[in-house]
């Protein structure tokens, strides 16, 4: 694709030896994830994300990679679900659960935006959101399994 958003968007990328051996612990977790067909179709939507014409584009496409991972695509109040447990899935404890609440709100409004009106989206909320879905990625990859999707039914 002639566009990128991810990582790739110079020449040449390198990789420290913590990374190299933080990636080799991760893959096999990595690998046996990749066989859960939610997590599949997570990776391979956050994935397509990063090769889209546009930020815009890529910023829903990373939204739904989330709802995915997350397995909240069937909740009623998504917007409240997702607020709630993206926070609570990369949040280290409860001020940064509350602050990442705001930002998710915030990031997931401008997504709505995007798609219901042809809102332009900001470089820094592209970016943000990206982010928010590699740490939930990490996380996931970390912990070596997906999160409870049955964790929202409560509200």
Not at 34 to 50: G, I, T
Not at 85 to 91: A, I, N, Y
Request: charge should be negative; aromatic fraction near 10%; hydrophobic fraction near 40%.
């Amino acid at each position: 694709a002639p566009n990128q958003l991810g990582v790739f968007t110079s020449m040449c990328i390198v990789a420290a030896e913590e990374e190299v051996s933080w990636l080799r612990d991760m893959l096999p977790s990595a690998v046996r994830l990749y066989h859960d067909e939610r997590f599949f179709r997570a990776f391979s939507v956050y994935d397509q994300a990063q090769w889209s014409p546009t930020k815009e584009m890529g910023t829903v496409l990373v939204w739904t990679a989330i709802e995915i991972l997350l397995g909240i695509s069937s909740e009623r109040e998504k917007t409240k679900a997702i607020c709630k447990r993206l926070s609570e899935f990369v949040g280290v404890d409860r001020a940064d659960r509350d602050r990442a609440y705001q930002v998710v709100q915030h990031l997931y409004y401008e997504r709505g935006r995007a798609i219901h009106s042809g809102h332009l989206i900001t470089d820094e909320d592209t970016a943000q959101s990206f982010r928010l879905a590699c740490v939930a990625f990490r996380r996931v990859v970390i912990d070596g399994l997906l999160p409870d999707s049955s964790s929202t039914q409560d509200d």
